[in-house]
């Protein structure tokens, strides 16, 4: 009877977790999907890219009972961590445009682009050559499969390790740097060498210049991210 009684205790105390983590996640999960929703509205309306709208339904069915984070994580990668997946807002990559001068004949890089998000919108509303790089294949397939079917021009995908390969030049460089050790922020550094000066980059929670002298903190933002706020750095090469 004790026996009886102690598991049915467990039984209970285990339903009660589930409801209370259950309670916890769901306005998370709400709040989330209204944060992308509001941004996307605001891109696609406000923004006057109104193809971003075309861009989105696309992935929305491309996507369909498909998780991106489960497709990051099921896919090689010398990362430590694994491959770690997030989207920047639009607002984010506006102002992000803004700041550095990003304009029609200028040239835009996204290091670990995702599914290739960022990289349409660069071009839809800054209308710069943008390209994105990614080593997580199933994303660069459905942004090059987007791309060909929209026929968009201007923008490239490719299937790279970002850390692993010599990086095309460009005038405004982005990387989702949050997860980033040391060691990779001292090799993105030896990548960049070669940018020429006055080159932009954009990090996101710790500056590139830290760890080289040939950058140079211009400016700083506070953005809000799906998972919180953190500081973005305005970086120009000057050596």
Same mark, same amino acid.
């Given at each position: ?43 696609? &309306? ?14 929305? &069915? ?41 304009? !029609? ?11 290739? !998000? ?122």
């Amino acid at each position: 009877m004790q026996r009886f009684l102690a598991a049915e205790n467990r039984t209970i105390g285990e339903t009660n977790l589930y409801m209370c983590a259950l309670r916890t996640s769901l306005p998370v999960f709400f709040r989330i999907k209204w944060f992308w929703l509001k941004e996307m509205l605001h891109a696609c &309306f406000y923004l006057h890219t109104r193809r971003m709208l075309l861009i989105e339904a696309m992935y929305f &069915f491309l996507y369909l009972g498909k998780s991106p984070y489960q497709i990051a994580k099921k896919s090689p990668s010398t990362h430590p961590l694994g491959n770690i997946y997030g989207e920047t807002p639009p607002k984010i990559l506006k102002k992000i445009g803004e700041k550095t001068g990003l304009s !029609k004949g200028k040239t835009y890089l996204e290091l670990g682009s995702g599914r290739g !998000k960022g990289v349409f919108f660069m071009r839809e509303v800054f209308s710069a050559v943008s390209t994105g790089l990614d080593w997580v294949e199933p994303f660069i397939e459905s942004s090059i499969g987007i791309k060909n079917f929209l026929r968009i021009e201007g923008v490239h995908f490719q299937v790279q390790d970002i850390f692993q390969t010599s990086l095309p030049k460009a005038d405004v460089v982005y990387i989702y740097s949050t997860s980033l050790s040391d060691a990779e922020f001292l090799q993105l550094a030896k990548q960049l060498i070669s940018f020429p000066k006055g080159a932009y980059v954009a990090t996101v929670s710790e500056p590139l210049a830290y760890y080289s002298a040939d950058w140079k903190v211009e400016s700083r933002f506070k953005a809000a991210y799906p998972w919180g706020k953190a500081d973005v750095f305005i970086q120009k090469k000057v050596e």
